[in-house]
């Protein structure tokens, strides 16, 4: 009889660990073996495929004016930009208030701001952007704070979960040989929570790919564009073509968040 | 017009759009529900194909809604087809996901004890696997009701039903006037429901819950 052995991703958060990572998978090949790069290699491919497909089947004057590869590059260009922009504020937003919140000091305050932050959670996003466009005009700065304000609860959760789960005794033993409060935090604390913060941050480049898509509705660009473009003009293969480059680059970023994860988590965790 | 005027005067149409809103969430994380519950069922025991399914349904995960709801708009037109199908599919991920989890995550022998005191396979399945995964599977089914929710403002963009209707329509009117209040309707609306659901599952939660494992 076999045990499940490998520690099953937290159930409470879909897509915050590794979907599915087969149990005692070597963690080693990442950077050495070709394998490694199978799967972002399937994802380049079948995008190139697509757009060959696409573009040689017969496109009528808009669809062609729509598809041009220049275009479709620009959108996936915007989409990327999007998507690291927020990204990178969120980290910028979430580790500081993660790290503050999760002191001894604070943590009476938790309860209060983990229930703001899924009261927060729930708000759709699409009004969100809509909310601030209303209230700030559209573009891609609004569109940037949309995202960001829908982006940093997840990550915000999982800086404090993981910093509150290090154990007590490590902490203790940190400052019991001398270490100063900002060495315990540096090199014992967050080493410690990184695995389940970089989930966190994967989760969140996830949900940001996803989420820049709803930019186009406030004329922010992106591969949401191609999209509405396909709906508005009845052109199916504009429409596919928007979904498959959107779900591609999603699959692309959650490769590249699970490689960074994997990278970055300390050796002997 | 004042958001508490606009409330009052399009009263009709914001219950009537709330209530689409909350049924819709409610019959597709409902179906939901019965179709996950039976694929983990079915899927659990065999540990490759529950790694199968636990990593499809994080792939599926990673293809935003409004992707997939323009992808269903092609082979269901638009309306509630496509939105009904996109909720239920974004349902499914966690709700199949977690009860995998809950499922393999049940001592096994509890489930050996079971057998030997000359339990069938179904009995132990029904009376001891399931009520056991069932705080992990109801996490799942929370989360799923919190994504539909979310998701089903989008559906507004493939006429969908339900509150996303005000959302758009503010887009629509953008600058104008209104557009403000339909936004902001639309927008509490969701979180108020989505609230309520969450209470709700607090409710259901302990009522379900078997005594022996309540914290």
């Not at chain 1, 809509?130 to 891609?140: E, N, R, S, T």
């Not at chain 2, 509890?110 to 057998?115: G, T």
């Amino acid at each position: 009889m076999s045990a499940p052995a490998a520690p099953r991703p937290a159930p409470a958060a879909p897509g915050a660990g590794p979907p599915g990572e087969p149990a005692g998978a070597p963690r080693a090949p990442v950077g050495r073996s070709w394998r490694a790069f199978a799967a972002p290699a399937g994802v380049l491919v079948a995008g190139a495929a697509w757009m060959l497909y696409v573009e040689n089947s017969g496109l009528d004057a808009i669809e062609r004016r729509s598809l041009a590869p220049h275009y479709v590059w620009e959108k996936t260009w915007e989409h990327v930009q999007l998507t690291a922009v927020s990204t990178l504020a969120v980290l910028a937003v979430a580790l500081p208030l993660g790290i503050l919140l999760s002191r001894a000091w604070a943590r009476p305050g938790t309860p209060i701001v983990l229930a703001v932050a899924d009261i927060g959670q729930s708000a759709p996003t699409i009004g969100v952007v809509v909310l601030l466009a209303v209230a700030f005009g559209i573009g891609f700065w609004t569109t940037v704070v949309a995202l960001v304000a829908y982006g940093v609860l997840p990550a915000l959760r999982n800086t404090m979960v993981g910093l509150q789960q290090v154990d007590p005794a490590l902490t203790d033993a940190g400052r019991g040989i001398g270490m100063s409060p900002a060495a315990v935090l540096a090199r014992v604390e967050l080493p410690l929570a990184s695995p389940v913060i970089l989930a966190g941050i994967r989760t969140t480049l996830v949900l940001m790919v996803g989420t820049a898509s709803i930019a186009s509705f406030v004329s922010s660009g992106g591969l949401g564009d191609l999209i509405t473009t396909g709906v508005t003009t009845q052109r199916t293969p504009v429409l596919l073509t928007g979904c498959v480059l959107i779900a591609l680059l999603a699959l692309l970023v959650d490769w590249l968040g699970g490689t960074a994860a994997r990278l970055l988590a300390p050796k002997g965790l | 017009m004042s958001f508490w005027e606009y409330l009052g005067d399009r009263r009709e149409l914001l219950v009537f759009e709330t209530w689409q809103h909350a049924s819709m969430v409610f019959q597709t994380v409902l179906a939901a529900l019965v179709i996950g519950v039976a694929a983990g069922i079915a899927v659990h025991r065999s540990e490759r194909l529950a790694t199968l399914a636990t990593g499809a349904a994080g792939v599926a995960f990673t293809v935003p809604s409004l992707a997939l709801l323009g992808l269903l708009i092609t082979p269901l037109g638009l309306g509630v087809a496509p939105s009904v199908t996109a909720l239920t599919l974004y349902s499914l991920l966690p709700i199949v996901r977690n009860t995998v989890v809950g499922l393999t995550g049940v001592d096994r022998t509890l489930v050996e004890a079971a057998r030997g005191i000359g339990m069938t396979r179904a009995a132990v399945l029904l009376r001891i696997e399931l009520p056991l995964a069932w705080p992990v599977i109801l996490t799942g089914v929370r989360v799923a009701t919190q994504l539909a929710m979310g998701v089903g403002a989008i559906a507004a963009y493939v006429s969908g039903p339900g509150l996303g209707e005000q959302i758009f329509s503010g887009l629509a009117r953008l600058g104008g006037a209104n557009a403000l209040n339909m936004t902001l309707a639309g927008t509490l609306g969701i979180v108020l429901l989505a609230l309520l659901f969450d209470g709700c599952f607090v409710v259901v939660g302990r009522l379900t819950t078997p005594r022996g494992i309540r914290d």
